[in-house]
Nanobody
Framework: QVQLVESGGGLVQAGGTLRLSCAAS????????MGWYRQAPGKQRELVAR???????TYVDSVKGRFTISRFNAKNTVYLQMNSLKPEDTAVYYC??????????WGQGTQVTVSS
């Protein structure tokens, strides 16, 4: 099992910034993918950004140029720097971990609310 602990959500005005963190522990592997998904009320969960252990990143088009995903492998931690936040970014953000054997794990979710 892999445990994921998220932090950093909150309430911010449009145009503001937030930084999410997620630390993985347990049966982790050096080869993995970590990332963030989000789910707004009444909508499906969608990928926001992900990063492989080798540093390859993927972003959903709506956050390109505003969000940056990074990781600190020594601490098994992934970060999501969110700038220029918009009301449509409001959602519950979930940390995601995919191990080398394709096992997937999810964090408990952290609320991000952007007011207009």
């Amino acid at each position: 099992q892999v445990q994921l602990v998220e932090s950093g959500g909150g309430l911010v005005q449009a145009g503001g910034t937030l930084r999410l963190s997620c630390a993985a522990s347990g049966s982790i592997s050096s080869v993995n993918t970590m990332g963030w998904y989000r789910q707004a009320p009444g909508k499906q969960r969608e990928l926001v950004a992900r990063i492989t252990s080798g540093g390859t990143t993927t972003y959903v088009d709506s956050v390109k140029g505003r969000f940056t995903i990074s990781r600190f492998n020594a601490k098994n931690t992934v970060y999501l720097q969110m700038n220029s936040l918009k009301p449509e970014d409001t959602a519950v953000y979930y940390c995601y971990y995919r191990r080398w054997d394709s096992a997937e794990y999810w964090g408990q979710g952290t609320q991000v609310t952007v007011s207009s």
